[in-house]
Each structure stands twice: as structure tokens, then as C-alpha cells.
T-cell receptor, first 120, second 111 residues
Framework: GAVVSQHPSRVICKSGTSVKIECRSL??????MFWYRQFPKKSLMLMAT?????????EQGVEKDKFLINHASLTLSTLTVTSAHPEDSSFYIC????????????????FGPGTRLTVL | GEDVEQSLFLSVREGDSSVINCTYT??????LYWYKQEPGAGLQLLTY?????DMKQDQRLTVLLNKKDKHLSLRIADTQTGDSAIYFC???????????FGSGTRLLVRP
């Protein structure tokens, strides 16, 4: 099956700094990537939908200036948490849709392994 | 609005069957999914069901869909300790290609 990677898998940063998380589709092209945030013992909350070559679409309540998303190529999307604060600590997961098999229900989205962000 | 609900926790003995339940609100969803998440990991697609089906069986997994009641269930036969994980149901919104996830059910399998 298709593989999606995330880097880093774990990051600890100081309050006020910015952190960039990368999401890559390794063996397929992804026109669309999704960024989710998962709180402890909670569901995945969709933050934004990232389309290659265009601006990301943010869900209601998600600050676009706080969570900068760039999708410059068909295999890479980045999420930058700017001026991070302890309340931004969370598990961030990306997913990607395969351009060629996007109509196949089993290939709707492939998920990355997630990035654990801890802001001190 | 879109809302998917699940019970938070289920504990079963090894070898027993597990049944995880889910309710959803969007009757227009074409597909409904079950994902598995192991500790510290991303989501793994387990199975899916098309909205015009009532049941789907895939080895130890059986998915039942009651479209009238908007109720979805996942049955795991002969549950093993390796099945311990969080299980998420999700509905696929055709209009936006979004997946709406439930809160997840933590399955604990006791030896």
C-alpha cells in the first residue's frame, strides 16, 4: 500500500519558537493532504485541507496565521506551528490522497505515523 | 451537522468477540470506515463498507450497517492481545472528501 511519512516523529521546543512538520507521500502523488490534530483520549480533529499549488482551506476555529501550511509539490506538505505555546502540544497527523486512485474507497486517505509536539 | 459518536472503552477476554459501536449523523455518506490506531502511531485502515450494504465480512472482522438508525458496528472474532488499540469509525463526506472521525474506542484485550 501507499506510504506517508512524517518528520520529525517527536519534537520538543521552547515556548515562542516555531516548529515545522513535514508530511511526504513516498510512492504516490498526492494532490490533497489533510492535517489533523489529536488530543489525548480524543478523536482526530481536521485542521486544514492542503491542495498542491494553492492555499490551504482551514476548518472553523483553526488560526491560519498560527498553523501555516504549505503544499508546494505533489509529494510534500508542511505544517509550521508559529510561536508555539504549551497548549499547542499535541499529536499532529497528516494524510494524503492518491491522485490516481482517489475514487477507490480503500485508498481515500493514507495516514502518516504522526508527530508528537511538546512545547515547554 | 456532522457528528460521529462511539463508546470510549471496551474490555474483553482473549478469544472472545469484541463489538465496537458507532453512530453517525450524515445520511448522505457514501462510505463508512473503521481505522485502528496503536499507541503512538498513525491510523491503519481496517475495513470499509459502502452505504448500500448491510454487512461486510473480512476474515475476523464483520461490519454491520443499519442505515435507517445510522448505526455502524465492528465485530472482531477471536479477539487477540494484538488487537488492543483504539478503533475509530469515520464517515466520508462526498461533497468535501473529508473524513469525520468518531472519538475512538479503546479496546483492551485481557489474557
Amino acid at each position: 500500500g501507499a506510504v506517508v511519512s512524517q518528520h520529525p516523529s517527536r519534537v520538543i521546543c521552547k515556548s515562542g519558537t516555531s516548529v515545522k512538520i513535514e508530511c511526504r507521500s513516498l510512492d504516490f502523488q498526492a494532490t490533497t493532504m489533510f492535517w489533523y490534530r489529536q488530543f489525548p483520549k480524543k478523536s482526530l480533529m481536521l485542521m486544514a485541507t492542503s491542495n498542491e499549488g494553492s492555499k490551504a482551506t482551514y476548518e472553523q476555529g483553526v488560526e491560519k496565521d498560527k498553523f501555516l501550511i504549505n503544499h508546494a509539490s505533489l509529494t510534500l506538505s508542511t505544517l509550521t506551528v508559529t510561536s508555539a505555546h504549551p497548549e499547542d502540544s499535541s499529536f499532529y497527523i497528516c494524510s494524503a490522497r492518491d491522485l490516481l486512485t482517489s475514487l477507490d474507497p480503500t485508498d481515500t486517505q493514507y495516514f502518516g505515523p504522526g508527530t508528537r509536539l511538546t512545547v515547554l | 451537522g456532522e457528528d460521529v459518536e462511539q463508546s470510549l472503552f471496551l474490555s474483553v477476554r482473549e478469544g472472545d468477540s469484541s463489538v465496537i459501536n458507532c453512530t453517525y449523523t450524515d445520511s448522505s455518506s457514501t462510505y463508512l470506515y473503521w481505522y485502528k490506531q496503536e499507541p503512538g502511531a498513525g491510523l491503519q485502515l481496517l475495513t470499509y463498507i459502502f452505504s448500500n450494504m448491510d454487512m461486510k465480512q473480512d476474515q475476523r472482522l464483520t461490519v454491520l450497517l443499519n442505515k435507517k438508525d445510522k448505526h455502524l458496528s465492528l465485530r472482531i472474532a477471536d479477539t487477540q492481545t494484538g488487537d488492543s488499540a483504539i478503533y475509530f469509525c469515520a464517515e466520508f463526506l462526498d461533497s468535501s472528501y473529508k473524513l469525520i472521525f468518531g472519538s475512538g474506542t479503546r479496546l483492551l484485550v485481557r489474557p
